[in-house]
Each structure stands twice: as structure tokens, then as C-alpha cells.
């Protein structure tokens, strides 16, 4: 139990409880009844905000979302304003990686989210791309982004390089040769550079 008073229920403090269970314990933690143990209050008292699970994953989604700046993307190069904000949209999710494997499985049916995919499509649009070729795009980003975070280097590669004998040896000397404590992030921004230069231009420049 909590020792310091009660908190005043609001969305936005269910959505910060709710989260922390993610953070802490993962999607399988995360049920009304933990929630409410974590706000020291009871299950029913949550009804009074929420109805559901689901509706909990929205307020978190909401939650994270709110620390990226959609104003990122008003950038009069779409190349930059897709760097840019793709930089801060990881930061935001990198975070809180629990959270972002869940919400990267789910629908887009929230505000922020809605709004993002909508203002990224006007951006691209309006530098010439089709609406068909300027979700293309947005929804790759979209993928780099939340690839880097759902699969980083750190949970795919557990061994010491020598651990992985001589069957695997170039994997093994490739392993050796990165440093593990920026690799995901040098990757993250490679790729993402790369996919963006590659796409040429709108007129196939």
C-alpha cells in the first residue's frame, strides 16, 4: 500500500500508473485491478474514468505521445522534418520500449496518433508526393522507428563474441568490432538516412 495520500483519480493519472506497470512488468501485469493497486484505490473506482484495458493503452499511448512535437514535420524540407521528428517520436517510445511493443500492435485510433500520420501525409504531399507514396513513406519511418526500439541489439545479440565459436566466426568478429552501448542508435540513423536519400524525389529526381 501506498504510504502518501491518495492521488485525485484523473485519465491522465491512470495513464501514468498504467504505464508504470508496463515499464516495470509488462503488457501480461497491466489489468485494471494492478492499476488500481498501484493508485491504492479500488478497481470499481476506475470506471468512474475507464471502461477498459484497451482504453488504459490509449491514455498510455496518448501519454507518450504528448512529449513528441507534431510542429517537427511543418519543416519546409520533408526530409528534414521526417529526420527530425522520427528523432524525437524514437526518443519518446525508446523510453519506454514494454509500451511500444504493445501500442506498435494495436490500431491507430487515437488523437495524437491520427493527427501525426495526417500532418506527415499533408507535409509530404505538399512537396510533391502522391497521398498513396506519402503514406508509403510515412508508414516505413513509422517501421524503422519502431524496429529499432522493439528489436535493439542488446536482446538479440546476449553472447560474448568468443561465445559464439568458430561455426559463427564472422558473426562473432562483427559482434567484437561495434560497440554495444551506441550500435542501436548508429543503426537507427543509417537507415533511416539511408531509406530517406534513396527515396530520390517526388519528380523521380
Do not use: C
Not at 500500500?1 to 500508473?17: C, D, F, H, K, Q
Not at 565459436?165 to 552501448?181: Q, T
Amino acid at each position: 500500500m501506498n504510504s502518501g495520500p491518495r492521488p485525485v483519480l484523473s485519465r491522465t493519472v491512470i495513464a501514468e500508473t498504467a504505464l508504470a506497470v508496463l515499464d516495470e512488468r509488462g503488457e501480461e501485469a497491466l489489468t485494471l485491478r494492478e492499476v488500481a493497486r498501484g493508485l491504492d484505490v479500488k478497481a470499481s473506482s476506475l470506471y468512474n474514468h475507464v471502461r477498459s484495458k484497451s482504453e488504459i493503452l490509449d491514455l498510455v499511448t496518448e501519454l507518450i505521445s504528448s512529449q513528441v512535437d507534431l510542429t517537427l514535420l511543418h519543416d519546409q524540407n520533408w526530409r528534414e522534418a521526417l529526420r527530425g521528428f522520427a528523432g524525437v517520436y524514437r526518443k519518446a517510445f525508446l523510453a519506454h520500449p514494454n509500451a511500444a511493443a504493445v501500442i506498435a500492435r494495436r490500431a491507430v485510433n487515437t488523437p495524437s496518433s491520427l493527427r501525426y500520420y495526417s500532418t506527415a501525409v499533408e507535409t509530404l504531399t505538399k512537396a510533391g508526393w502522391s497521398r498513396a507514396q506519402a503514406l508509403e513513406i510515412v508508414l516505413a519511418v513509422d517501421y524503422i522507428v519502431m524496429g529499432s526500439i522493439i528489436v535493439p541489439f542488446s536482446t538479440g545479440f546476449v553472447a560474448a563474441p568468443h561465445e559464439y565459436g568458430p561455426e559463427y566466426a564472422p558473426l562473432a568478429d562483427a559482434i567484437a568490432a561495434v560497440d554495444p552501448a551506441t550500435i542501436d542508435d548508429q543503426v537507427f540513423a543509417s537507415t533511416l538516412d539511408r531509406y530517406l536519400a534513396g527515396l530520390g524525389g517526388p519528380d523521380g529526381e
